[in-house]
Each structure stands twice: as C-alpha cells, then as structure tokens.
C-alpha cells in the first residue's frame, strides 16, 4: 500500500510532504530514500529516470504530476497497460494564460526588442501592435487552451482555436481537424502552441505550418520542444517571415549551451516555467484517485492511451 514520487528535478521531497500533510493516513515515499517497493500501488511522475517504474512489481496507477504525459510514453520500460493520469487543475490554467498573455504583450509592444537595445544603448521608438489589430490562434483547445483562449477574449483580443474535436467556447472561433488548419492559420497573427506531444503532433510547428502564416505573424511554444522543428523555425525568423519567436519547451532541457536559439535576437526563451504545477492545489486529487484505485472506483484524468494524451 502506498505512494512513490519519482523524479529527478529535486523537488520530491516538497511533493512527499504535501501528499503526507493532507492524507498523513496514506504511505508515501520519495524514491530516493528506502521504500517497500512490492507495496507501492501508485507512482506519482515528473520526467523519472527511465526504467524505474518497471521496480515495482504490484504497481496499478502511474499518475503524472503534470498536465502532460508524453514522457511517461518515452519510457519504453514503462508498464503502458496500466491506467495513466494527468493533472487538470484551475490554477495550473490561469498560470498558463497568464504566461501567455504577458508574452502576447511583450510582443505587441517591443519589451524584447528595447532590452536588446538598452544593451547597446540605442534610442529607437518602434512601430507597436494594438490588441483590435492581432488575432491570436490556438493550437489545442483543451483544459489549458480553451481557457487560455477565453481569457485573452475577455481582455478583448480576436481569438480563433484548432482542435482535433469540434469546440464551442463563448468569443472564439473554432476550427478542427486537418481539413480545417490552413484556414485557421491563414488568419493566425500569433499562433500559441497547447497541444499535447503526441505521434500525431510531433513536429507540427514545421515549414509548411509557417508559411502559411501572415508575414510576420510570431510565435508562442508552450508546449512541448517536440512539436517544433528547430531548424524550420530558424529559417523563418531569418528569412523575415515570422517576425520572432518565444519558447518555453525544447527538445533537450536545458536546452544544450552551442543551440542557436540562445543568441538568436529573435527568439525569447523561457525555462519551461510557463505554468508549474502546484503542489496544494494539486495533492487532492491525487489522493482522491489514490482513494478511488483503493475502492476499485474510476480514475479521474485518466488519459486515452489510443489518443496518447
Ligand atoms: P488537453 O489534453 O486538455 O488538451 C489538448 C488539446 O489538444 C485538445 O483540445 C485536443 O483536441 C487537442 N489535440 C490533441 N491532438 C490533436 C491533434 N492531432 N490535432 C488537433 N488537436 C489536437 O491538454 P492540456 O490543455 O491540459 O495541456 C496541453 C499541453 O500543455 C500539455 O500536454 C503539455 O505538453 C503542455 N504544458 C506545458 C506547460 C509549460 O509549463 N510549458 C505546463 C502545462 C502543460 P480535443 O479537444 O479534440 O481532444
Ligand atoms: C506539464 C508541464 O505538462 O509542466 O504540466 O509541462
């Protein structure tokens, strides 16, 4: 009986703490220090070293401590047959739309762009953006992206959003399906990347995506580095046709110090820090799903293993 946290960012501690401060009746352990390992029944994840999850021979439950699964799939070694969960919590949307939205602004209006001049000390007022004149296109209208799409509709900005399900959501328009993204980013002013890293979306961000973007459209990864194509994006910052880039997710992280989005004055980077999951408000429902699995009741958030997210 019991919980394991595994992972390998230093923070399984704080995360053993919460669990056992609101359920101090369930045994948890963080994998670094000794556990009884036949009798942990769930493992709480974030980026665990490959492999360790095929330690624990009674284990019926591997829960993400995130919103995203991807990296569990990346762990061959995994016991995939067992139910998987993630993480949908109201405050890890309002962090994620409020990352959003100032990186939206800072586009608008330059912030980057005068910080690269206050380094050379150059005096250069720039032609800034106005919100009636951006339209913000979303990839992905899920539990992150629908909310981030209406809350920057409420500020007041055109807001449109692809999924691959049809979507109703109050003051955006929704596009799905394949047949329906050209149209969708034909449109698109700054496109925000929200889709889960899957077979099907790996390296959406490409070539073929950009140019069918207005010129000068720009560009906001807050979602997995496997969705972009460095390389492509690369290309179209050079070649003038996106007019920047701000990425928060990258194929390695940290991203390795010889990568050219580091220099590149075009692209802001962020330390995928875009919304981090809150221990508090996320611990109840992982022990409410710890409780249901003791109960033989249905998880909650459990993920489609056909859908992969
Ligand atoms: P959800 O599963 O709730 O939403 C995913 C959305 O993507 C859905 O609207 C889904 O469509 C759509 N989608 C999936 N596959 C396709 C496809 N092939 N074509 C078109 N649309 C597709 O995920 P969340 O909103 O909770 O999270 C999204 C991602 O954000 C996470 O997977 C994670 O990678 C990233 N993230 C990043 C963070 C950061 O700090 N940078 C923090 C938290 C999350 P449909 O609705 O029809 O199923
Ligand atoms: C997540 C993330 O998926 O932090 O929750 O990226």
């Known amino acids: 009986m019991g919980i394991v946290v595994l992972r390998q960012d230093g923070k399984a501690d704080e995360w053993k703490r919460a669990l056992r401060n609101f359920a101090p009746e369930v045994p948890v352990y963080s994998a670094e220090e000794p556990h009884p390992k036949a009798e942990i029944e769930m493992a709480l994840v974030w980026k665990h070293p490959k492999g360790s999850l095929s330690e624990y021979p009674n284990l019926k439950c591997i829960a993400s401590s995130g919103a995203g699964v991807d990296f569990i799939f990346k762990d061959t070694q995994a016991p995939l047959h067992l139910p998987i969960t993630r993480v949908v919590d109201p405050i890890l949307a309002k962090d994620m739309a409020e990352h959003v939205i100032a990186t939206v602004f800072a586009h608008l209006k330059n912030v980057n762009t005068y910080k690269l001049q206050q380094f050379d000390q150059t005096w250069k007022p720039r032609t800034y953006l ?180």
């Open 130 to 309: 106005r919100m009636k004149e951006v339209t913000i296109g979303i990839l992905g209208l899920g539990e992150l992206g629908a909310f981030t799409a209406t809350e920057l509709s409420t500020i007041g900005f055109k807001v449109q959003g692809w999924s691959r399900s049809q979507k109703e959501i109050t003051s955006v328009t929704t596009f799905n399906g394949p047949d329906q993204l050209d149209l969708f980013l034909g449109s698109t002013d700054v496109l925000v990347c929200l889709l889960p890293l899957t077979p099907n979306t790996q390296g959406i961000l490409n070539k073929k995506i950009f140019e069918k973007l207005p010129k000068n459209a720009f560009l906001i990864n807050v979602a997995r580095g496997g969705h972009l194509n460095d390389d492509d994006l690369l290309e179209a910052l050079d070649s003038g046709h996106l007019s920047g880039a701000a990425l928060d997710v990258f194929h390695t992280e940290p991203l390795p110090g010889p990568h050219p989005f580091w220099q590149h004055p075009k692209v802001h980077m962020s330390p995928h820090c875009a919304s981090v999951s809150d221990t508090e408000s996320v611990v109840p429902q992982i022990i409410a799903n710890y409780k249901r699995l003791k109960t033989g009741k249905a998880l909650e958030n459990e993920i489609s293993k056909t859908q992969g997210y």
